[in-house]
């Protein structure tokens, strides 16, 4: 049986899987990273987004032997070793941006990319755009957008420049 | 999924033997493939991944743009380089899938497959673009052979593509509002090889150039020069999300938005 290594939130893995062995069933299945949903298994949902090299990818549409020799980054990895949540986190808490929360893991993924991938700012509407391959069937999405747009402060050490309202 | 062996082979030489197996098929991005492979369409003995063959990359030399076939989606969107050479190319890779597909997917993987509602297919023929192979170069005008059909050899890999540069281009699209593929996509052009004008995702056999426009638009660069330009309904595709005729429509009404975009 094939092996892959990978760095799981910091922590080198080598693991046997089989060829067809998604990267979420790895993540799941055999580390017990059970904060990555599934949700479609049809690369829709984006309840799986996790990070493989600093970008966000659905790991439902992507077999672990794919991401041999990456660094993953999971929902489980955000948080600091004291407990400290990521400012993304923090900011869903803060504003509700969650109900059932089950597409949270990805969405808060995604998000993370997102505000990353965009230090000269963020507007409600690249937001809005920015989320479309994550789906919400709780919160009506506006909330979420709201953290978002509050996370991107916190996250560059700066206030917004474009009002994200 | 069925299982399979996995391969990474390191160079194309070797990917070019493994595939000579016909039992095997080529991973690329895999945001097509896997989700076939799930459905269990397809049952190959090994897949073999392209991502460590070197082809990724974009060049801008003289009047070309030449995109490594396993550059993403999202690397040619953000590219600085695509972005002052045909900014129409830059907005459509930006503009396909979501995201999280658009940091997977690949051009050679897209062009390679072919979907009737993929949008390189689109601006790959209406700019005249070269696809490069392991073994050839062939022109966008023969390598398009209907819906996901194109004159790739069994076995043959694409390794780059080649657009030269245009004077002009915009792409524009409407999405199926719940697939979000393309309905109608239309990419306009006015470069080294004339006026072109292609429409994906509206007809049965994938991409294709419209006549019609094409001639309106050489005579005159211009949304009005499109007014009484008819678009047949023959050969468009026709289901619940939209009859033949509605998509000729929208062919136009999209057509005037991507010329719009060209500028
Ligand atoms: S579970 Fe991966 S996109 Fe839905
Ligand atoms: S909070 Fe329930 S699906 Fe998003």
């Known amino acids: ?165 | 999924m069925y299982d399979f062996a996995y391969q990474k082979p390191a160079s194309v030489a070797d990917a070019v033997k493994l595939l000579a197996d016909p039992e095997a098929k080529p991973l690329a991005g895999g945001m097509t493939l896997i989700p076939v492979l799930k459905q269990r369409l397809n049952k190959p003995n090994s897949v073999v991944d392209l991502a460590k063959l070197g082809l990724t990359g974009i060049t801008v030399s003289g009047g070309t743009v030449t995109i490594g076939a396993m550059t993403t989606h999202a690397a040619v969107a953000a590219s600085a380089e695509v972005k002052r050479a045909i900014p129409a190319l830059a907005a459509l890779a930006g503009v396909i899938g979501d995201p999280a597909v658009r940091y997977r997917g690949t051009i050679g993987g897209s062009l390679a497959n072919n979907d009737p509602t993929a949008d390189y297919p689109a601006a790959a023929l209406a700019l005249g673009a070269t696809i490069k192979t392991n073994k050839r170069s062939i022109d966008a005008d023969s390598y398009f052979q209907g819906m996901f059909a194109t004159a790739l050899e069994p076995g043959e890999i694409i390794t780059a593509v080649e657009f030269p540069i245009p004077q002009k281009a915009g792409y524009e699209k409407f999405r199926n509002p719940a697939s979000r593929y393309a309905m109608v996509g239309v990419f306009v052009a006015n470069g080294p090889k004339g006026v072109r004008v292609t429409v994906t995702g509206a007809g049965q056999n994938g991409v294709f150039r419209h006549a019609g426009f094409e001639q309106a638009l050489a005579k005159s660069w211009s949304a009005a020069s499109l007014d009484g330009v008819k678009t047949p309904a023959d050969g468009m595709n026709s289901d619940i999300h939209g009859s033949a005729e509605y998509r000729a429509h929208l062919v136009g009404v999209i057509a005037r938005r991507a010329l719009a975009a060209a500028g």
């Open chain 1, 1 to 165: 049986m094939p092996q892959v290594s990978v760095t799981v939130n910091g922590k080198p893995q080598t693991v046997q899987v089989e060829g067809r062995t998604l990267l979420v069933e790895l993540l799941r299945e055999k580390l017990g990273l059970t904060g990555t949903h599934v949700g479609c298994d049809t690369s829709q949902c984006g309840a799986c987004v996790v990070h493989v090299d600093g970008r966000a990818v659905k790991s439902c549409t992507m077999l672990a032997l794919q991401a041999d020799g990456a660094k993953v980054t999971t929902i489980e990895g955000l948080a600091a070793a004291d407990g400290t949540l990521h400012p993304m986190q923090e900011m869903f808490r803060e504003h509700h941006a969650l109900q059932c929360g089950f597409c949270t893991p990805g969405m808060v993924m995604a998000a993370i990319d997102l505000v990353n991938t965009h230090p000269e700012g963020l507007t409600e509407e690249q937001i809005r755009h920015g989320l479309e391959g994550n789906l919400c069937r709780c919160t009506g999405y506006h909330n979420i957008v709201k953290a978002i747009a509050a996370a991107w402060p916190l996250m560059h050490g700066k206030s917004l420049p474009a009002a994200a309202e």
